[in-house]
């Protein structure tokens, strides 16, 4: 049902979505007017985070590329922030460090 929700709110899923406009446009018709949208995930990285990049469509994000698909997608008063780093062992078995930003936007 469109406009039903006042926050949606997800955590390192959105690199595992293939059409990630779809799913924003989806978003953005299930949030009620005024509501909110917010998502954490991956910075732009080379394929390091995972050990098996089975169901990962997206190696993170550019921050300015998907600012501008939350704006296509109807959203307004979008911010983008550094949410947290994280060190773990990388693919290539030496620790390496990813950026997890949240960006959010508003209906």
Same mark, same amino acid.
């Given at each position: ?7 949606? #709110?997800?955590? +390192?899923?959105? !690199? !595992?979505?293939? &059409? ?7 978003? !953005? @018709?299930?949030?009620?007017? =005024?509501?909110?949208?917010?998502? /954490? ?5 080379? %394929? @390091?985070? &995972?050990? *098996?990049? @089975? %169901?990962? $469509? !997206?190696? %993170? $994000? *550019?921050?300015? =590329?998907?600012?501008?698909? $939350?704006? %296509? /997608?109807?959203?307004?008063?979008? @911010? #983008?922030?550094?949410?947290?780093? +994280?060190?773990?062992?990388?693919? *290539? =078995? =030496?620790?390496?460090? $990813? ?9």
């Amino acid at each position: 049902m469109p406009g039903v929700y006042d926050l949606i #709110v997800s955590s +390192m899923t959105l !690199h !595992h979505i293939r &059409h990630v406009d779809r799913l924003l446009a989806q978003l !953005h @018709q299930a949030i009620s007017p =005024g509501g909110r949208l917010c998502l /954490a995930d991956l910075d732009s990285d080379d %394929g @390091q985070f &995972h050990s *098996d990049n @089975q %169901g990962v $469509f !997206h190696f %993170g $994000f *550019d921050r300015a =590329g998907l600012r501008q698909a $939350f704006a %296509g /997608a109807g959203f307004t008063n979008i @911010q #983008v922030i550094t949410a947290a780093e +994280m060190l773990k062992p990388a693919r *290539d =078995g =030496g620790l390496r460090r $990813f950026t997890i930003f949240l960006i959010t936007g508003v209906r």
